[in-house]
């Protein structure tokens, strides 16, 4: 199936450095028509979309923006996640550098319909070379009088995983150790200093515009049941073409992986980054949604040379490393993982290890306080499931 | 005796800004200038550190002029960044962690930087590396004074 450019369609074919390429595509036109809408209006229209966010919690976009509208207060806030840091993440990336337009018109539509006068960009501090773009394309919009009484400011990061989770990101711009909060309130009632906050991913915010030009309903007829457009996929490891694309939802994963970015041959893949879930070859027929595997899309591959225990072994010690060690089940749970799956590296893990990876996973999904040591479990759990061997060969019970 | 740091009048209250901006001033955040932030700011030190500890480009020890971070998580494992560090090490002397004698560089390895698809890669300072390969490394290093 070929690609279907929605969020990408400028890519490739404006100057990021130049609005007026922009403005020829119908760049703005969007923000232009939202105010002559209703707060409401533009909301009830992202609602029937149906859009999901984009930067893995797939949280749907209209709900949340109605949550923060409903919040009475003096100030609120807009922020656009660009913290982009799962593994095998860099579709955010490649959207910032050849479209930062778009997004700064999607942004300030969110604005309009939440009642924010104040946007920010949280952007990494790995993507600093991208800052001088970035300022640069709203210096040039701001110019051109077209956010009208919005204003969107650029907060970056100083390098830590953590801060791509929604309030460990306003933790961090509030200039403090990027820990999460405990929830609620949740961010539409008391986010960034405490008032109403939408917190939206780059490519989330990528399909505003197009969804406000040509109808929710038009948006909606594209994918699955539950998963409503496209999704811009990450594509990396053992494939000739690695890169960026965009399908609608549903697409099956080999698709993908085999048509696409030509792997030539595959023993598993990894879905979603390191919290990301992982299929072994014979489940490919996948549809990539929601309602089976997606996360931000990070699709890492993996060919038939590959140790599925190394593997595991290293996702795990990047969550370990990146754990901000404010609760104890992903703090602790983490490192524990970590010397387990060192112990089944070398050869020496036990059957009483395998059942203490399980527990330990449960435990760490069920009681952790943000999507790192919740999500953290998922490559060992899916891993004892389908590659129930390579565990076994490395006991010293065998 | 412990060197005196001042700073000028505007130091910004975010703190995470404030340490950045002390950073770029005076190189690292030594223990004496998180103290004299603490009194600036009329934090206690312990909150100075624990930002300052929390996050991976901010410096609480003295580092090169300039800093290479090897991207070490697995889309980079898979395109053979041991390679990359191995040739860096070679060319520098250093391994991951250590800082040359002359300053000149500092090397770390890091997680994910988000240029996948150019596997392996790195960054100098904020300078993007990409499509890596042993060849490469020598021109790049020597573009750094």
Redesign the interface.
């Given at each position: 199936m070929p690609q279907t450019k929605i969020v990408l369609r400028n890519c490739g074919f404006i100057d990021p450095r130049r609005i007026s390429t922009s403005l020829r595509r119908d760049g703005f036109k969007a923000l232009e028509k939202a105010r002559q809408m209703t707060p409401e209006e533009v909301i009830k229209e992202v609602k029937v979309s149906g859009l999901r966010g984009r930067g893995g919690a797939g949280f749907p976009c209209g709900i949340k923006w109605e949550g923060a509208r409903n919040s009475p207060a003096e100030e609120k806030y807009v922020i656009c996640n660009a913290d982009?840091?799962?593994?095998?993440?860099?579709k955010?990336?490649y959207i910032l550098e050849n479209d930062p337009f778009t997004l700064i018109e999607g942004l300030s539509i969110a604005g309009y319909a939440v009642g924010a006068r104040q946007g920010y960009i949280y952007l990494?501090?790995?993507?600093?070379?991208l800052l001088s773009l970035l300022e640069d394309a709203v210096n040039q919009a701001r110019q051109l009088q077209l956010l009208a009484g919005f204003d969107v400011a650029i907060r970056e990061?100083?390098?830590?995983?953590v801060c791509g989770e929604e309030s460990a990101l306003m933790e961090?711009i509030?200039?403090?150790?990027?820990e999460p909060r405990y929830r609620p309130p949740f961010p539409t009632v008391a986010g960034l200093w405490q008032k109403p906050t939408i917190i939206n991913n780059v490519e989330t915010l990528m399909n505003i515009p197009p969804i406000i030009l040509k109808g929710g309903h038009w948006f909606s007829d594209i994918g699955t049941e539950r998963s409503k457009g496209t999704k811009v996929f990450?594509?990396?490891?053992?494939v000739a073409r690695?890169?960026?694309y965009e399908l609608v939802l549903g697409t099956p994963l080999r698709e993908l992986v085999e048509d696409l970015a030509l792997a030539p041959n595959v023993k598993m893949v990894?879905i979603g980054?390191?919290t990301g879930r992982i299929l072994p070859s014979g489940l490919m027929d996948t549809p990539l949604a929601f309602e089976n595997v997606l996360g931000a899309g990070?699709v890492?591959v993996?060919d038939e040379t590959?140790d599925v225990i190394d593997?595991v072994y290293?996702?795990m010690e990047?969550l370990a490393?990146?754990s901000?060690g404010k609760c104890t089940p992903c703090r602790q749970g983490t490192e524990v993982m970590v010397e387990t799956l060192e112990r089944f590296c070398r050869g020496k893990g036990s059957k009483k290890d395998i059942k203490a990876l399980q527990d330990l996973s449960n435990t760490m999904m069920l009681t952790s306080l943000c999507g790192l040591g919740q999500a953290a479990p998922f490559a060992v759990l899916d891993t004892l499931e389908h590659f129930r061997d390579d565990y076994e060969r490395r006991t010293l019970d065998n | 005796m412990t060197k005196k740091v001042t700073f000028d009048s505007e130091v910004s209250?975010?703190?995470?800004?404030?340490l950045?901006e002390a950073q770029a001033k005076f190189g690292y955040l030594s223990p004496a200038l998180m103290i004299e932030l603490a009194r600036s700011l009329d934090v206690p030190v312990n909150e100075v550190y624990?930002?300052a500890s929390?996050?991976?480009?901010?410096n609480i020890k003295p580092l090169g002029k300039n800093i290479i971070r090897i991207c070490r998580?697995?889309?980079c494992?898979?395109r053979k960044n041991h390679a990359i560090i191995e040739t860096v090490e070679r060319e520098i002397g250093i391994k991951p962690g250590e800082t040359s004698h002359d300053s000149r560089f500092s090397f770390e390895l890091?997680?994910?930087?988000?240029?996948?698809?150019?596997?392996p890669a790195m960054?100098v300072n904020?300078?993007?590396h990409v499509d890596l390969t042993p060849s490469k490394i020598l021109q790049i290093l020597q573009s750094y004074k």
């Open positions: 982009e840091g799962e593994a095998g993440t860099f955010d990336r990494r501090y790995e993507y600093h070379d990061g100083a390098g830590a995983y961090s509030e200039g403090r150790r990027g990450s594509v990396s490891g053992d690695p890169g960026v990894q980054g390191a990070a890492t993996f590959r593997i290293r996702t990047f490393d990146e901000c | 209250e975010n703190l995470l800004v404030a950045k624990g930002v929390f996050y991976s480009f901010l998580s697995v889309p494992y898979l890091t997680n994910c930087i988000g240029l996948c698809d150019r596997a960054l904020s300078d993007v």
